[in-house]
Nanobody, 114 residues
Framework: QVQLVESGGGLVQAGGSLRLSCAAS????????MGWYRQAPGKQRELVAR???????NYSAYVKGRFTISRDNTKNTVYLQMNSLKPEDTAVYYC????????WGKGTLVTVSS
């Protein structure tokens, strides 16, 4: 059974930083891409960033230049370094791994105070 466990969320002041981690365990197969979505209250879930097997990355226009996604293939772990956080970054952040099937974490709350 595949499990994704996120960590690193919390409360931070505007301008601060947080680093999210997501570790996958179980027989996940060959990972095509992995990354992070977020969902703010009353809004739809949106892509934040993803990294592909070859190392290329995509970022939402809202976070480009402030967030950095990285991975450790040996640990089946994906990270999201979030700098210069803004109150509008407040959301539940979900990690995912895609290997022909989407696997999702349960989410970690990030709250940015003004």
């Amino acid at each position: 059974q595949v499990q994704l466990v996120e960590s690193g969320g919390g409360l931070v002041q505007a301008g601060g930083s947080l680093r999210l981690s997501c570790a996958a365990s179980g027989s996940i197969g060959m990972i095509n891409h992995m990354g992070w979505y977020r969902q703010a209250p009353g809004k739809q879930r949106e892509l934040v960033a993803r990294v592909f097997g070859g190392g290329s990355t995509n970022y939402s226009a809202y976070v480009k230049g402030r967030f950095t996604i990285s991975r450790d293939n040996t640990k089946n772990t994906v990270y999201l370094q979030m700098n210069s956080l803004k109150p509008e970054d407040t959301a539940v952040y979900y990690c995912y791994f895609y290997s022909g099937v989407n696997y999702w974490g349960k989410g970690t709350l990030v709250t940015v105070s003004s």
